[in-house]
């Protein structure tokens, strides 16, 4: 991947922020399973798994619209470091209190909703950031870098942290986590600059409502934006039905042990990796709009096999496959939001279309682990899935994505 995407490399200031979220996505990818499965050990609920990501993806997605105005404004540099400090000082209390017997629910899923806005914050400078340092033709490659990375950590960490928390717990995954951000601070802190070239003050309310503003008129002024958005907040709500019984589809369903969840997760990365990669590779001549319609397309039938199969393998290797279109799905979309969206408003705009987007996460996710908690995780899985083929031929009935070439 190095090697393909070397000139992005040879700017000094993306190689330091590129270096730092390496570091960071090494912790997450031992949160990403200890997390989960310290929730569902305390509680033995889908639902409560669902509501952790809930808290995740809700004020993620609120928060963007602040972070976005906060991005286009102020200097992005100081903004990241604040965000990546809160969070290495949460993650460290989560070790802590788990160390010490004195760590509630209560206390990771108000961690947790702190830890995403920060993210969201820290995103929506990441989105600004991007196009500065490298410009917007090599956009795609670079947010194609940073995934392909992320879901390199997730394919070798999972079964890591599943092997840890069987034998002693999350306890090492938390710390973990805590010291990357450390790391990630580091980075950030030897980068030059990350823009804009003359921050201004912190904004206002009235200036961040304005600015909030400003990013859905553009939103829904723009149809082939517009369109897109309100179909990934459908995939989403399908999505993340899928997403938030996974841990309890493979226990109940397969008689998966902890071990066997974290094998399946790095499985499963395998498949992002190579989505993410191919994402930042599609030729110039490939029309986006035809390119994503297809996309969906595929990622929809090969779902099918994973609704209605009892063998484990199976299961994994379909859903490997549709880690792989997903993945590509979304750094088409960035990238393409990126090149239609004015480089003085990406941060805004992409708040924007960032909460419109993620508005399913949070109903999908809750939605899929009561009725896991009813009628068992296969029923959420069904539902997903035929929602998902819905969906993806809604797609071909959108002139303004069909016709989308930019």
């Not at 928060?63 to 992005?76: E, K, N, Q």
């Not at 400078?125 to 090599?138: F, V």
């Not at 980068?191 to 859905?216: K, L, N, Q, Y």
Request: with cysteine; proline share 5%.
């Amino acid at each position: 991947m190095a090697t393909r995407a070397e000139s992005i490399f040879r700017n000094r200031n993306f190689s330091l922020y590129y270096a730092g979220q390496a570091m960071s996505f090494v912790g997450d990818g031992l949160r990403i399973i200890a997390i989960p499965l310290l929730v569902y050990h305390l509680t033995g609920s889908a639902l409560a798994i669902g509501v952790t990501y809930a808290l995740e993806l809700g004020p993620f997605a609120l928060m963007g619209l602040v972070g976005g105005s906060l991005a286009d404004r102020t200097d992005r540099r100081r903004l990241m470091l604040v965000c990546d400090f809160i969070r290495f000082a949460i993650m460290s209390l989560f070790a802590i209190g788990y160390a010490t017997g004195t760590l509630k629910l209560w206390m990771l899923y108000s961690g947790i909703a702190v830890i995403s806005m920060c993210a969201a914050v820290f995103i929506g400078g990441q989105a600004s950031t991007i196009p500065y340092l490298l410009g917007k033709e090599r956009a795609t490659k670079a947010y194609a870098a940073l995934l392909a990375t992320e879901q390199t950590s997730q394919m070798i960490l999972p079964p890591i942290g599943g092997a840890l928390f069987a034998v002693i717990g999350p306890l090492p995954a938390l710390a973990i986590n805590a010291f990357t951000y450390l790391c990630s601070q580091v980075s950030l802190a030897a980068v030059d600059t990350f823009g804009p070239d003359e921050p201004g003050h912190w904004p206002s309310p009235r200036t961040i409502g304005h600015d909030i503003a400003m990013g859905f008129r553009f939103l829904f002024a723009e149809p082939a934006l517009r369109a897109i958005s309100f179909n990934s907040l459908a995939f989403n709500f399908f999505g993340f039905m899928t997403g938030a019984v996974f841990i309890p589809f493979l226990k109940r369903d397969f008689g998966g042990t902890d071990l066997l969840v974290g094998y399946a997760l790095g499985i499963g990365a395998i498949g992002a990796v190579a989505g993410s990669y191919l994402g930042g590779h599609v030729p110039k001549s490939w029309p986006f709009g035809r390119t994503i319609a297809i996309a969906y397309a595929v990622d929809g039938l090969l779902f099918v096999p994973v609704m209605v199969t009892h063998n484990f393998a199976v299961a994994i290797f379909f859903l490997t496959l549709t880690n792989a279109c997903v993945l590509f799905e979304i750094t088409q979309i960035i990238g393409w939001r990126i090149r239609v969206i004015p480089d003085d408003a990406i941060g805004r705009v992409s708040g924007a279309a960032r909460l419109v987007a993620l508005l399913g996460t949070v109903p999908g996710a809750i939605v899929g682990g009561a009725l896991a908690d009813r009628y068992g995780a296969r029923l959420p899985i069904v539902i997903s899935g035929v929602g998902y083929l819905i969906m993806a031929s809604t797609v071909w009935a959108s002139p303004a994505l069909r016709r989308e070439a930019r």
